[in-house]
């Protein structure tokens, strides 16, 4: 590891921690977010942060925050509209975390956001980016919140030619950040590697005549920084073949189920769906069987109108979408229910299943 960091001995750490920082104060974005430095909003962002643009989170934030000011209220608020605060951005286990952790913090801290490494790292949910950014940035504390962003400056910054997809990779970055961190403001430090990363320093052309530490900077000195970091590709994703059917009763409710409380999409609401193993040699008869032995029910299909994609980081699913009816005395219960389009407006869908919905809505 020492051989990684050697390149921290050519940097000025004070100047470097300066242009830095300036630069952040005078060209921040006005994210809301940062209007305080509430340890618990500073969570929120955070968590919805993974995996997300900014500009997606934003309006999920705000409406997140508005439905759930305080810790004690989304302590309190039943998993379906939790759910459905979180409904399109994905990566539904983040918010069954928090909100379990947030239970947690409730109980076992008054409702106060833990200030510790210790502590704040056994909620769930929360790795050591999250912990190591609510630390910095909501309490000044001087702790390393290393994701993608800060990895790809640092090995530009740094010449660090270690594989950043690799988990161990990780602690390099963060003991360079400990050692190149501002102890005065830690938490402006780390927001402004965070900004840089997604402002100037960005993956593909990287903007480096803009950069206010181009002058600390190994790779750019090397010309080299269009080839940092390096990074392995991920497994090829596994497509899988489905069949949905928008089911309704006489009474023209349509039949909505409950996914398992484990798994992906776990708890979120969707229409009846089955994997088809051999989609191509499958007509309409065949796939009504496969509903109707799935589920124990008596479906008619009646049309397909349709197919839609939908892709997830390691699955892609082709879904066929079919309509369909149903006898109304097939049993409701906590797993399916017969509801009228308004009435869904209240359950918690995933993006697959509203695209489902749409084309429902175009062919109905």
């Not at 960091?5 to 809301?32: A, G, H, T, Y």
């Not at 530490?213 to 990074?231: A, M, N, T, W, Y």
């Not at 349509?254 to 499958?282: D, S, Y």
């Amino acid at each position: 590891m020492e051989n990684e960091l050697k390149n921290i001995e050519k940097i000025s750490i004070k100047s470097f921690q300066e242009d830095l920082i300036s630069w952040f104060k005078d060209e921040q974005r006005d994210l809301p977010w940062r209007k305080d430095q509430d340890p618990y909003k500073v969570w929120v962002s955070e968590i919805m942060l993974q995996q997300t643009r900014v500009d997606t989170v934003i309006p999920y934030f705000n409406r997140f925050i508005e439905w759930f000011p305080t810790i004690n209220d989304l302590a309190s608020a039943n998993e379906d509209k939790v759910l459905k605060a979180w409904e399109g951005l994905g990566y539904y286990s983040r918010v069954r975390n928090l909100h379990s952790a947030v239970k947690e913090v409730n109980e076992k801290y008054n409702g106060q956001v833990p200030n510790t490494p210790k502590d704040i790292s056994n909620l769930k949910g929360v790795g050591p980016y999250t912990a190591g950014a609510i630390l910095s940035i909501a309490y000044g504390i001087p702790e390393p919140a290393v994701d993608g962003n800060v990895m790809r400056v640092l090995s530009r910054i740094l010449s660090i030619w270690e594989d950043i997809a690799k988990p161990s990779t990780r602690k390099i970055f963060e003991k360079a950040v400990r050692e190149l961190i501002s102890h005065d403001d830690p938490s402006a430090f780390n927001q402004a590697l965070m900004e840089l990363g997604a402002l100037i320093c960005t993956p593909t052309s990287p903007s480096c005549l803009l950069c206010p530490v181009r002058d600390h900077c190994q790779g750019f000195h090397e010309g080299v920084e269009s080839e940092l970091p390096i990074k392995s590709k991920k497994n090829s994703q596994k497509s899988v073949d489905l069949a949905a059917v928008v089911v309704k009763d006489e009474k023209g409710r349509i039949l909505i189920h409950k996914r398992p409380e484990t798994g992906l999409l776990a708890n979120l609401w969707e229409f009846p769906n089955v994997e088809m193993h051999q989609p191509v040699l499958m007509d309409r008869s065949q796939i009504t069987d496969l509903f109707n032995e799935s589920f124990d029910m008596n479906i008619k299909l009646e049309k397909s109108i349709g197919q839609i994609e939908h892709i997830f980081s390691h699955l892609i699913w082709n879904i066929r979408v079919y309509t369909g009816t149903i006898n109304s005395n097939f049993p409701e219960g906590t797993e399916w229910k017969f509801l009228t389009l308004q009435e869904m407006e209240e359950y918690a869908f995933p993006v697959s299943f509203h695209k489902i919905l749409k084309l429902y809505k175009e062919n109905a």
